[in-house]
Every structure is written in structure tokens, then in C-alpha cells.
């Protein structure tokens, strides 16, 4: 199997203050993991790539100092919007690569309202 | 700017009818990949395909990945009311992929 989960399933906070996703493999080791957002009615957008023990490669756009990206271990890797505003609530989709092709298998997404 | 372009956007079709969701594009990609994702949850995967011109079939589903590796086609046969979902095609280089806009395909009983 490849089975991805996140945590939590979805999130409300106070505008500026600060949220943690976690993403982990259940059972696989995850070669490289994957952020996306997803806002309603559109197609997942890529965020950043992240290694396990090194700095994510974020895509053109996307403020690292606004998402931080932590790849602990081979299993789990943190998202961490920090001071949040309303135009980051989004729907936030991790997933991990099995291996070494590039099949991606994603997890259930966490829904993130900044109020 | 999309770099995978699917069609149609939306598709509503009677239960045991056919359809049939495009994915386009200019690049070329290492592989591509279907997924289908219902409303509040993350893509399900459901193939990859990778050598050009490859065909591959999940029971009623048919994948087809075009002989340049540019674009592929979903085929359903004999739709059924649990197909509902979006679909997304997802194209992959570097390890990265590039996702369609999705086709959100409803059958209707």
C-alpha cells in the first residue's frame, strides 16, 4: 500500500497567529514529499518539494518565510503557515513519492480558515 | 497559464452511457498520471502511465498516453453514479507534476 496522512483535517485560527500541518507516510518511507493548496473550484497548485534533512525548493511565488517547510524524517514532513491572514485559508494537500518513479500519492488535505 | 489542458470542464452524463476526459499539452512528460478526488479529500491515484502510445485499463476505465508523451485520454465505459468525481491528469517531470484543471464528471441514475 501507500498510504499518506495529514493532521489535522482541518484548522480555524485567529488572523495572526500561526498553524501546523503534519504529512506522514504510513507505511512507506517517502523518497520526497510534496505541498500543494487547492482553493474551491481549481486544480492543485504546487507549493514546494522537500527532502528529507535538507531545505525545500519552493516554486516561483510561494514565501518561504511564510511556509515553513520541516522534512524530519523519511516519514514526516510539516507545513507551518505562520502569521496567518484570510487569503491563506485554502485546502492544503501533501503527498509522497514511493520510490523512484513519479507516482505521488496524496493525503486527505487540511482545510485551513483564518478568521 | 495551464501547462496541461483537459476538456471538457464539466461532463453530466445518464448511468451505463460513455465519456471520455482529454489532457493536452505542448511538453513532453517522463509520465502522466490519473487521479480522482471527491469534495473535501485529497486525489486518489488512479494510474500511471509511461511509455508513449501505452494502454492501460482499470475495469471500466481506459488510459491512453499519446505516442509523444504529450497527452493522454480517460475512457469510461458503461458509467455508474459512484464514477461521479473530478478527474484530474497530472503530467510529471523532474519528479514534479503539473495537474490539469480537472473535468467534474457527474452520472446521473
Known amino acids: 500500500g501507500a498510504v499518506v496522512s495529514q493532521h489535522p483535517s482541518w484548522v480555524i485560527c485567529k488572523s495572526g497567529t500561526s498553524v501546523k500541518i503534519e504529512c506522514r507516510s504510513l507505511?512507506?518511507?517517502?523518497?520526497?514529499m510534496f505541498w500543494y493548496r487547492q482553493f474551491p473550484k481549481q486544480s492543485l497548485m504546487l507549493m514546494a518539494t522537500?527532502?528529507?534533512?535538507?531545505?525545500?525548493?519552493?516554486e516561483q511565488g510561494v514565501e518561504k518565510d511564510k511556509f515553513l517547510i520541516n522534512h524530519a524524517s523519511l516519514t514526516l514532513s510539516t507545513l507551518t503557515v505562520t502569521s496567518a491572514h484570510p487569503e491563506d485559508s485554502s485546502f492544503y494537500i501533501c503527498?509522497?513519492?514511493?520510490?523512484?518513479?513519479?507516482?505521488?500519492?496524496f493525503g486527505p488535505g487540511t482545510r485551513l480558515t483564518v478568521l | 497559464t495551464q501547462l496541461l489542458e483537459q476538456s471538457p470542464q464539466f461532463l453530466s452524463i445518464q448511468e451505463g452511457e460513455n465519456l471520455t476526459v482529454y489532457c493536452n499539452s505542448s511538453?513532453?512528460?517522463?509520465?502522466l498520471q490519473w487521479y480522482r478526488q471527491e469534495p473535501g479529500e485529497g486525489p486518489v491515484l488512479l494510474v500511471t502511465?509511461?511509455?508513449?502510445?501505452e494502454v492501460k485499463k482499470l475495469k471500466r476505465l481506459t488510459f491512453q498516453f499519446g505516442d509523444a508523451r504529450k497527452d493522454s485520454s480517460l475512457h469510461i465505459t458503461a458509467a455508474q453514479p459512484g464514477d461521479t468525481g473530478l478527474y484530474l491528469c497530472?503530467?510529471?517531470?523532474?519528479?514534479?507534476?503539473?495537474f490539469g484543471a480537472g473535468t467534474t464528471v457527474t452520472v446521473r441514475a
Open positions: 503527498s509522497a513519492r514511493k520510490g523512484g518513479g513519479d507516482t505521488q500519492y
Open positions: 522537500s527532502n528529507e534533512g535538507s531545505k525545500a525548493t519552493y
Open positions: 497530472a503530467g510529471a517531470n523532474d519528479y514534479k507534476l503539473s
Open positions: 511538453s513532453v512528460f517522463s509520465s
Open positions: 502511465v509511461v511509455t508513449g502510445g
Open positions: 507505511d512507506f518511507q517517502a523518497t520526497t
